[in-house]
């Protein structure tokens, strides 16, 4: 009797210790999950055997055997492997991700300033797209835009001429290629060299060295005279091979598959109308002293545009941007829905059909997805850093 | 004073007035639909350029639309001979008639017809929650949370499944479909994402770092990835991790995919409003010894959920529209019977494919926009009673 009132004496203090409490909880906490993980191990492994699936990644080196609509890289079905298709499929969802992020940036941006037009119609027909858009779902707009447009397009023989000798129809974009002739890769070598170039007057810039404006203006005549000069003096090397009509197809130039013309269409509609959004929050986070202080102090309008607000708005969009674009590189995995061969349709669908491997595939698809977003966010945050505002 | 008398007595026409001149109308231009024309659309010469090709862009788009869903449409008829294009119809605009016929298909899917009205009675169950809820004046809304989030499920779910013993027969979840499955997914996803991501968010914030580590790695992967890789997860490896004799139905599993992904993001949105709480709060409550439980219900979480009410509601709205998405695991949400029923010989004319997305785009929009103007609203009812 009294033995255990000694007892309980000694342990309920001890219990209510807020720091004894928090390593008691932790511990129950972590032998939870470590059961629940176990248990479901445990499940898989009997459920694994029980079916007879294979497990590792032994069939990474497997030839696929199957067909890829759009390959960057070369791939063939009777010798490629499945690790081959995954790359096929990353560099497809990598080359929407890349498209749709520059063509969604123009649009967005555009939008997001003509909701904050003086023009009464403008602000309202953006807002209008904005309030269209975001309000109906994404897969449904994809498959507007695949089955109800590009598909209901004419056949090649009445395809749509597109100013500039382009084609448009329901087999999808033929677009006149640049094709490089003779000393044309020169040509591409200085491009490179001018962009390096612009590179090392942004850093100069950076330092102080250098006016931004002159580095602005230097960074410019680099990159597009370059190639321009090289171009003239090697005698006209780049041109371009037109699409033209033959009997059964269209032939030259650049054929783009209906189903990228419909992902990139959608993906950049959509997020076009949350990047204005982001935009126009950004701008609207400039007080207006700030315009007017900067009009008092005798700089233009466009000077206190560039000097004053988009510096400060370009904070406050920055972030949320990046997480558009995320969003934007996530939801291409919607590709799946109209046939685009992105990394979850190729990985996900066929392979993961063929393998019958659900976890490892699984696994993998989803760590791509997370190394892109967690690389962003790195990089963000360095970006966030640096352009914080310093306080006292 | 004088000079003014004096002009009097001496008659002479010299006129000092004596009150203000009445005042001119103001120029034409500036007032009056003129003026108003001239200060929005017209104010420089660029605004006025824009609203050229503003109004032209307009003359594009507007009128074949409204050719297409109202003037030209068919809105009656039995099957595709009604939408083709003929002699009495040289131009055929939305094949409306397609979505009356099918308008049952969209609604319940392929439930069986016997028990269409438990559909019905979910529907209106469904309805009155969310009513009560939503209208802030409404008497008792504790009772109404209540009723949403713990009676409705219950009784929603014995509804639709079955019940044999009270005379409800079973019915298999494969066979719902349409709106209805739209719905459930969605409230399921709703009811348990806001407290599961109270959860997580609180164990983000919590200063116990197993506990915050696995929170935080949740909430990371689930946030990093797709939701398509979520509910593919879901669907083919749930079955694998569980014995055989739970394994889950195709539904109950795109139902867990899609409440864990939603939980994820709730957390976000409820740290921030975690966040905006000062520190200051939990060291009263705690001065006025009440444990971590009590703050949290008490003091803390009524002030954060208020400030982030219409996040909340906004994630619903992302959520709604993310429920399509349970169209690749299998499940004939509405998205999905719409593709079914276009695809159909029956009806499968070059309108259908358009009238089906327009009608599914209607319904969508008309949800997601009420959801976020509502959102708009609380928005701004808060912010009348922050600055009192």
């Keep these: ?392 | 004073m004088t000079a003014q008398a004096a002009v009097h007595r001496t008659g002479s026409a010299a006129f000092v007035r004596t009150a203000p001149a009445p005042a001119l109308a103001p120029p034409a231009l500036s007032v009056g639909w003129l003026g108003w024309l001239r200060a929005n659309l017209f104010s420089t010469p660029f605004n006025a350029v824009l609203t050229v090709l503003t109004v032209l862009l307009l003359a594009w788009t507007v009128p074949p639309a409204v050719r297409f869903l109202l003037i030209d449409a068919v809105w009656s008829g039995a099957d595709r001979e009604a939408c083709l294009v003929s002699a009495q119809h040289p131009h055929v605009g939305a094949c409306w008639a397609f979505v009356r016929d099918r308008l049952a298909y969209f609604t319940y899917g392929s439930y069986p017809i016997s028990g269409r009205w438990r559909v019905d009675v979910f529907f209106v169950m469904m309805g009155f929650g969310t009513a009560w809820l939503l209208w802030l004046d409404a008497p008792r809304r504790d009772l109404g949370a209540f009723y949403f989030f713990v009676v409705l499920p219950v009784t929603s779910f014995f509804l639709l499944y079955g019940l044999p013993p009270l005379g409800l027969p079973t019915v298999d979840t494969s066979r719902w479909g349409g709106i209805l499955v739209t719905v459930v997914v969605a409230s399921v996803g709703i009811v348990v994402s806001l407290p599961l991501g109270i959860l997580l968010a609180l164990g983000r914030r919590s200063r116990m770092p197993a506990v915050k580590f696995l929170s935080v790695g949740f909430i990371e992967i689930v946030r990093g990835v797709p939701l398509i890789t979520v509910l593919f997860m879901a669907s083919v490896m749930l079955p694998l991790f569980v014995p055989p004799a739970w394994s889950p139905d195709n539904l109950i599993r795109a139902l867990v995919g899609v409440a864990l992904f939603s939980s994820a993001y709730m957390a976000e949105v409820v740290r921030a409003g975690l966040q905006a709480i000062p520190k200051g709060q939990w060291e009263a409550s705690a001065a006025l010894g009440l444990g971590y439980w009590q703050t949290l219900r008490f003091v803390v979480l009524p002030q954060a959920l208020r400030v982030t009410i219409p996040n909340i509601l906004n994630s619903y709205v992302a959520l709604f529209k993310d429920t399509t998405l349970v169209f690749f695991v299998g499940i004939f949400d509405f998205l999905k019977t719409i593709e079914v029923a276009r695809a159909d010989p029956k009806w499968a004319t070059p309108v259908t494919s358009a009238t089906g997305y327009a009608f599914a785009a209607l319904v969508y929009f008309a949800c997601c926009y009420s959801m976020s103007r509502y959102a708009d609203g609380v928005e701004r009812r808060l912010a009348v009673a922050d600055r009192r």
């Design chain 1, 1 to 392: 009797m009294g033995r255990g009132r000694e007892g309980s004496l000694a342990i309920g203090p001890l219990l209510r210790d807020q720091r004894v409490r928090s390593v008691l909880v932790q511990i129950i906490f972590c032998l939870l999950a470590a059961a629940a993980i176990a248990f479901l191990v445990h499940e898989a492994s009997i459920n694994l055997a029980r079916r007879h699936l294979a497990t590792g990644f032994g069939f990474w080196n497997v030839t696929a055997g199957f067909d890829i609509s759009q390959t960057l890289i070369d791939y063939s079905s009777s010798t490629s492997t499945y690790g081959r298709a995954f790359w096929v499929g990353l560099l497809n969802t990598l080359l929407v991700a890349a498209i749709g992020i520059v063509l969604t940036t123009l649009l967005g941006f555009t939008i997001g300033i003509a909701r904050l037009s003086s023009n009464w119609l403008v602000a309202r027909l953006a807002n209008g797209y904005v309030q269209l858009i975001r309000n109906i779902p994404l897969l449904l707009q994809l498959l507007f835009w695949y089955n109800a447009v590009l598909k209901a397009l004419p056949d090649f023989r009445d395809s749509l001429r597109l100013p500039g000798g382009g084609f448009l129809n329901n087999r999808g974009l033929f677009l006149p290629a640049p094709q490089l002739g003779g000393s044309g890769h020169l040509v591409f070598l200085a491009l490179l060299a001018g962009v390096a170039g612009a590179a090392g007057l942004a850093a100069l810039a950076r330092r102080g060295r250098l006016s931004g404006g002159a580095a602005a203006g230097l960074g410019l005549a680099l990159v597009l005279g370059l190639p321009a000069t090289v171009y003239l003096a090697s005698g006209a090397s780049v041109t371009l091979v037109y699409p033209e009509m033959s009997r059964f197809n269209l032939r030259g130039g650049i054929e783009i598959l209906p189903e990228f013309v419909a992902l990139v269409l959608g993906l950049v509609i959509y997020t076009a109308a949350f990047i204005a959004e982001v935009v126009r929050a950004g701008i609207s986070s400039v007080p207006r002293g700030q315009t007017e202080a900067a009009l008092a102090l005798g700089l233009s309008r466009a000077a206190t545009l560039r000097l004053v607000i988009v510096p400060q708005a370009m904070r406050v969009i920055i972030p949320p941007l990046t997480n558009q674009y995320l969003n934007l590189t996530k939801n291409s995995s919607l590709a799946v829905a109209i046939g685009y061969p992105d990394l979850v349709q190729i990985f996900t669908g066929t392979v993961l059909n063929q393998t019958s491997q659900p976890v490892e595939i699984v696994a993998i698809t989803m760590a791509v997805y997370l190394t892109i977003s967690l690389v962003t966010s790195f990089l963000m945050n360095q970006y966030n850093a640096r352009m914080a505002l310093v306080e006292r």
